[in-house]
């Protein structure tokens, strides 16, 4: 699975209606609204939207033809497979009646072409890690893990020894993360990993 670097727009005239896609990352449902929210125009005949973020999805239509718009552009997301991902394709109306099968590909088309443009990167799973150790060495264990890729602080806290670091590590190479640390630190160090 994968996800986007950054927002990507694309557009399209189709028999004379013009269609504008933004893609971007986000990370859960309340960023996915506030995504949606944030580049709709309210000026255009229809906001149609999907996305996803792991097994929770939405899509609307926007007054379209049920199926014809949210749906296409769900499957687009899925069909490259995409996850943390929403999706805005705003539609003005150029006149012509594009038919049920003409929306489906016009929307569908539109957000894939806008998501076979932006710019991926995978999607690792992660499980939180809780490290603590001595000041003497904590420059060096942190000067490691900023090597390591996928590796992320999320807290930091001092102690009056040392310090206490909540890092967000691959699932795929916790163990052997912790390993290094503890070796870093020549067995002065604990990790705590989830069981």
Not at 3 to 12: G, H, M, P, R, S
Not at 96 to 112: E, F, K, N, P
Not at 124 to 138: I, K, Q
Not at 151 to 167: H, I, M, N, S
């Amino acid at each position: 699975m994968f996800t986007l670097a950054q927002i990507e727009n694309f557009a399209q005239d189709v028999k004379k209606s013009r269609f504008l896609a933004v893609a971007g990352p986000v990370a859960d449902e309340a960023a996915a609204k506030a995504f949606i929210a944030a580049h709709s125009d309210a000026s255009a005949n229809h906001n149609c939207w999907a996305w996803r973020t792991g097994q929770a999805y939405r899509f609307s239509d926007d007054g379209e033809p049920s199926g014809t718009a949210g749906k296409p552009i769900l499957q687009a997301l899925d069909g490259q497979a995409l996850d943390n991902v929403a999706v805005v394709v705003t539609r003005w109306f150029g006149g012509v009646l594009l038919g049920t099968g003409g929306l489906v590909r016009a929307y569908g088309g539109t957000a894939s072409a806008c998501l076979r443009a932006a710019a991926k990167v995978p999607l690792v799973t992660t499980v939180d890690a809780v490290v603590t150790l001595d000041f003497a060495d904590l420059a060096i264990v942190q000067a490691r893990l900023a090597a390591l890729p996928g590796v992320r602080t999320v807290a930091e806290t001092f102690t009056a020894t040392g310090a206490v670091l909540t890092l967000a590590l691959p699932e795929a190479d916790a163990a052997a993360i912790a390993g290094i640390v503890v070796n870093l630190s020549s067995g002065r160090a604990t990790v705590a990993l989830p069981d």
